[in-house]
């Protein structure tokens, strides 16, 4: 198994940003070269792919709303993701999970992601 705990989501202005951090514990998935994803879910909405990043951090995919704005990244060593958000919009207003699995990290459906975080919530506001 595969515990995860996202953390830093908060209350930004637009063009601001923020850094958002996923920490596993359990089976780590550094020891299972588990992909790890970030996807977003805004209210009355389905939940979508953000970002994903393969175990070794060499491969990383976005979503066309967030390119060039979101950079993934992870560390092994300490068994923490992270997503920097950066000229954020209103539009990315939602609450942001992270996931783990052994699939692609281009994997853009969630129902194949094995493990989920609970969710950090991050409002933009105009």
């Known amino acids: 198994q595969v515990q995860l705990v996202e953390s830093g989501g908060g209350l930004v202005q637009a063009g601001g940003s923020l850094r958002l951090s996923c920490a596993a514990s359990g089976r780590t998935f550094s020891s299972y070269v588990m992909a790890l994803g970030w996807f977003r879910q805004a209210p009355g909405k389905e939940r979508e792919f953000v970002a994903g990043?393969?175990?070794?951090?060499?491969?990383?995919h976005y979503a066309d709303s967030v390119k060039g704005r979101f950079t993934i990244s992870r560390d092994n060593a300490k068994n923490t993701g992270y997503l920097q958000m950066n000229n954020l919009k209103p539009e990315d207003t939602a609450v942001y999970y992270c996931?783990?699995?052994?699939?692609?990290?281009?994997?853009?459906?969630?129902?194949?992601?094995?493990?989920w975080g609970q969710g950090t919530q991050v409002t933009v506001s105009s």
């Open positions: 996931a783990a699995g052994l699939i692609s990290p281009r994997t853009h459906s969630p129902h194949l992601w094995d493990y």
């Open positions: 990043i393969s175990w070794s951090g060499v491969s990383t």
